[in-house]
Structure formats: structure tokens, C-alpha cells
């Protein structure tokens, strides 16, 4: 069982930057990938960005390609975005997930998922 706890939303003025946060406890991520999700008010959830734990390799959907980066900390078992030249249409809640997925089909959803930060940008 792994238990993923995000933190790091807030709200921010259009233009800023925010960096989140997912580490997981339970069990190390070693063979899984690990990405970002977000679900904005009336609307289904949407792939973000994801990262293979053992490559480092990345995959991000192009709305935020060039903008976002996803990183990893094999130390603190943590998963990172940092999120630059954020807009107001990226608000919305951003969920961590985990799962044993090809980072090519984590688009389709993680087998773990933490509980959701979120993130408000002003315009």
C-alpha cells in the first residue's frame, strides 16, 4: 500500500510560480511512475505530467508543456512540479498519483492517489 500526501498549492497571481510537493509513504515508488493530475471546477480530471521513478524519463500534456517540470528525490521518496508562467485556466485542484502503469499510459490514471492541493491563479 503506498499513501502519497501532496502540499505546496496556494494561490498566485498570474505569471508566478508554484512548486509542489508528493512524497510517499508506505512503500518506496522503485518500479512505479509517479504524476501529477488536476480537476478543475466542472470539469473531468486531466493528466498533467509524469515521470518514470527508475529512468527519470518525463511525459507532460502539451497545455503545459515548456512551463511545467516534473522532478523526482529518490532520498525523500518525493515527486516535485514546479509550475512557472502559471495562468488562470491552470487553477484547480492537483492530485498526485502513483501506479505501475508505462509512463506513456499513466494518462489513463494511477493505482494510488493523494487527496489533492490546490492551486488558484488570479488573473
Known amino acids: 500500500q503506498v499513501q502519497l500526501v501532496e502540499s505546496g498549492g496556494g494561490l498566485v497571481q498570474a505569471g508566478g510560480s508554484l512548486k509542489l510537493s508528493c512524497t510517499a509513504s508506505g512503500r518506496t515508488f522503485s518500479s512505479y511512475s509517479v504524476g501529477w493530475f488536476r480537476q478543475a471546477p466542472g470539469k473531468e480530471r486531466e493528466f498533467v505530467a509524469a515521470?518514470?521513478?527508475?529512468?527519470?524519463?518525463?511525459y507532460y500534456a502539451d497545455s503545459v508543456k515548456g512551463r511545467f517540470t516534473i522532478s523526482r528525490d529518490n532520498a525523500k521518496n518525493t515527486v516535485y512540479l514546479q509550475m512557472n508562467s502559471l495562468k488562470p485556466e491552470d487553477t484547480a485542484v492537483y492530485y498526485c498519483?502513483?501506479?505501475?502503469?508505462?509512463?506513456?499510459?499513466?494518462?489513463?490514471?494511477?493505482?494510488?492517489w493523494g487527496q489533492g492541493t490546490q492551486v488558484t491563479v488570479s488573473s
Open positions: 515521470i518514470s521513478w527508475s529512468s527519470g524519463t518525463t
Open positions: 498519483a502513483a501506479g505501475r502503469r508505462p509512463l506513456l499510459s499513466f494518462f489513463r490514471g494511477g493505482d494510488y
